[in-house]
């Protein structure tokens, strides 16, 4: 039983030997938690996520699209690659989108935003990032809307002169739609 307390005792020193160096470590270097996200950023980029999808998809409004993302914009989907490196690129991808709808070559699309999937995260001194699930739909003239896939994003907003600017973004996780879904 000696033997025992002693190597007992023994394992005791050491352990306490060995973490001290470790608290004195944390608490001269603590782990800080990232910023909490307010109520107000959600409703922030939300918003600007809408008038997104609403230029580039309902409207193909250039111009409000423009407004909408970053000179340095970047696209990065699972299925194309990178498709932009700049807004004028990505810019250049809606107006052939939209004028590829008007000739039938490309379909009226609608994009739902599955709300209780997003997730919004401040990035302290830059924006935000936004994440979630969406489906897209395709819009055939006189026809009832055709879910067609799902996807998940990844999005990097930037305020940049007081207004939420598409920077980034992640589109992956594409999914066809199992028929007869809605």
Same mark, same amino acid.
Request: aromatic share 8%; charged share 15%; net charge negative.
């Given at each position: 039983m000696p033997k025992l307390l002693g190597a007992l005792l023994s394992i005791a020193?050491? !352990?306490?030997?060995? +973490?001290?160096?470790? +608290?004195? *470590?944390?608490?001269?270097?603590?782990? $800080?938690?990232? @910023?909490?996200t307010p109520q107000s950023l959600i409703e922030e980029i939300s918003a600007a996520d809408r008038r997104l999808f609403e230029a580039v998809f309902n409207r193909c409004d250039l111009n409000a699209s423009q407004s909408l993302v970053t000179e340095d914009f970047e696209f990065y989907h699972d299925k194309w690659g990178k498709t932009a490196d700049s807004g004028a690129e990505f810019l250049k991808s809606i107006r052939d989108m939209c004028e590829g709808r008007k000739t039938g070559r490309n379909i009226q699309a609608r994009r739902e935003l599955i709300a209780d999937s997003v997730r919004i995260f401040p990035l302290n001194n830059f924006g935000?990032?936004?994440?979630?699930?969406? %489906? &897209?739909?395709?819009?055939?003239?006189? %026809?009832? @809307? $055709?879910?067609?896939?799902?996807? *998940? &994003?990844?999005? $990097?907003?930037? %305020?940049? !002169?007081?207004q939420w600017k598409l920077a980034r973004v992640l589109s992956?996780?594409? *999914?066809?739609?199992?028929?007869?879904?809605?």
């Open positions: 020193a050491l !352990s306490a030997t060995l +973490s001290a160096p470790l +608290s004195a *470590q944390a608490e001269e270097h603590p782990v $800080v938690a990232g @910023p909490t935000a990032i936004q994440t979630g699930t969406h %489906k &897209f739909y395709g819009l055939p003239p006189g %026809k009832a @809307p $055709v879910l067609r896939e799902t996807g *998940q &994003f990844t999005h $990097v907003w930037q %305020k940049v !002169s007081g992956y996780d594409h *999914q066809p739609a199992a028929e007869g879904s809605e």
